[in-house]
């Protein structure tokens, strides 16, 4: 037998049992990760509906939303995901709104890959140790309508806009266009039902 056909057998056994091996391991973790990923979901219901005591599940089509209400069921919030490109990959935002999906209660950025201490600014910035979710509080009661705008290096001045992060733009100016889309698409199909 040649060198070359060995390793090729060689490489093709290892091709084999990596695949195998991460087969397996996947077949036992996916469920746990999804576990936990719902665990997070039903925390983050609550952070951006902040006074519901309790939450129902509604689907509109593909659409999925979080009713927030009280334990006598007086409607108080609605949450959804939104899901867009940041700078680096895949941002993940669970958006709470009040009913008529005008204002922004609260957003929770729940997956992210920014660039490790400036884009990572969007979730948490150790720089300004008075209020390191200094970026994401900006929305807590933001009008959304017509479309939230944003504002570099100064504070902002107008309704529905929010200051970006120095030396994280890209990543500031990702939140507001995913959440702009979200809040057009998901308030047309949420009003009608």
């Not at 209020?131 to 933001?142: C, I, M, V």
């Not at 290096?153 to 994280?168: D, L």
Request: proline content about 4%; aromatic content about 8%.
């Amino acid at each position: 037998m040649s060198n070359t056909a060995r390793m090729i057998i060689v490489l093709t056994i290892a091709a084999i049992l990596s695949g195998a091996i991460l087969s397996v391991y996947n077949f036992y973790t996916y469920p746990k990760i999804q576990a936990h990923r719902q665990t997070e979901l039903e925390k983050a219901i609550f952070e951006v509906i902040p006074d519901a005591e309790e939450y129902k599940k509604l689907e509109l089509g593909e659409k999925v939303y979080y009713v927030g209400c009280t334990k006598k069921e007086k409607e108080l919030g609605v949450a959804f995901l939104a899901e867009g490109n940041g700078f680096q990959g895949k941002i993940s935002i669970l958006v709470g709104m009040n009913m008529d999906m005008d204002t922004i209660l609260a957003i929770k950025i729940l997956e992210q890959v920014e660039t490790p201490g400036l884009g990572t600014k969007i979730v948490d910035d150790p720089s300004n140790p008075e209020d390191r979710k200094w970026f994401t509080n900006q929305f807590k009661g933001l009008r959304a309508l017509p479309e939230i705008t944003y504002v570099k290096n100064e504070k902002p001045s107008k309704p529905g806009q929010i200051q970006a992060i120095t030396g994280a733009t890209i990543s500031s100016r990702s939140v507001v266009e995913i959440l702009n889309n979200a809040i057009k698409e998901n308030r047309e199909i949420f009003l009608k039902r």
